[in-house]
Nanobody
Framework: QVRLVESGGGLVQPGGSPRLSCAAS????????MYWYRQTPGKEREMVAS???????KYVDFVQGRFTISRNNARSTVYLQMNSLKPDDTARYYC?????????WGKGTTVTVSP
């Protein structure tokens, strides 16, 4: 059974730099691309960043240069370092993986950017 557990969210001031973590189990983590998505009320879930098994990364334009995705295969954990946060970054952040064609999601962690 695939399990993804996010952590690291909370209330952050504008300009803050939290790091989100996603601990994975039930998959051969090192071979799977991993993804961070986010969602705000009334909007569709949108991809924020991805990291391939070889470490190659991709980012959506609105986080490029501010967020960094990384992975620790020994710990089966993917991270999202968030810098220079803006109020528009307020969202619930989800970890995603796909195994054998099936999408798996964590329950998410909420980041609220507010003074």
């Amino acid at each position: 059974q695939v399990r993804l557990v996010e952590s690291g969210g909370g209330l952050v001031q504008p300009g803050g730099s939290p790091r989100l973590s996603c601990a994975a189990s039930g998959i051969n983590f090192k071979i799977h691309p991993m993804y961070w998505y986010r969602q705000t009320p009334g909007k569709e879930r949108e991809m924020v960043a991805s990291i391939e098994s070889d470490g190659a990364t991709k980012y959506v334009d609105f986080v490029q240069g501010r967020f960094t995705i990384s992975r620790n295969n020994a710990r089966s954990t993917v991270y999202l370092q968030m810098n220079s946060l803006k109020p528009d970054d307020t969202a619930r952040y989800y970890c995603h993986a796909q195994r054998q064609g099936v999408d798996h999601w964590g329950k998410g962690t909420t980041v609220t950017v507010s003074p």
